[in-house]
């Protein structure tokens, strides 16, 4: 898929172990509006298993290996968090990370705001992370 969601982050793994590559005409980060595109017959697409209703008119299919998203925060572009903010999210950040190693079924997503937070507040486990993790980047 084009551009990078996190949903596309988790699903691209997939497609790459069945040796297939989409071919992506649009997309979008929007999921309701994906939903309507798909309603209205114009492509298919991966959604969150929320958005399957039974009674909406479309067909779903289930990937052998679940996808599995834990959480999400969502903010006003600008935001300037807390200090305590700040520390919130890094403790959010340490536990879904530490409860996905060991488990290949999920799959943690680094972006520029977690990783940012992470050299923040523990530039060790960082460093670590860097040697490590090839989904941490840097």
């Not at 793994?13 to 040796?19: C, T």
């Not at 309701?32 to 299919?61: C, H, K, N, W």
């Not at 290996?65 to 300037?80: E, H, K, L, N, S």
Request: glycine share 6%; proline share 7%.
């Amino acid at each position: 898929p084009r551009g990078s969601t996190a949903l596309t982050d988790l699903i691209q793994p997939l497609f790459a172990k069945a040796n297939f590559q989409p071919q992506v005409a649009f997309s979008t980060p929007n999921i309701v509006t994906e939903v309507r595109l798909i309603q209205e017959g114009m492509g298919i697409g991966v959604l969150p298993s929320f958005y399957a209703t039974p009674d909406d008119g479309m067909l779903y299919y289930r990937f052998k290996d679940p996808v599995y998203f834990m959480a999400r925060v969502f903010y006003r572009p600008g935001y300037q968090f807390s200090k305590a903010e700040r520390f919130f999210l890094y403790l959010m950040v340490l536990f879904l990370y530490q409860d996905q190693v060991g488990n290949d079924r999920i799959t943690f997503c680094w972006c520029d705001f977690t990783r940012e937070l992470v050299e923040e507040y523990d530039p060790t486990w960082a460093q670590e992370l860097r040697r490590e993790d090839p989904g941490y980047g840097h």
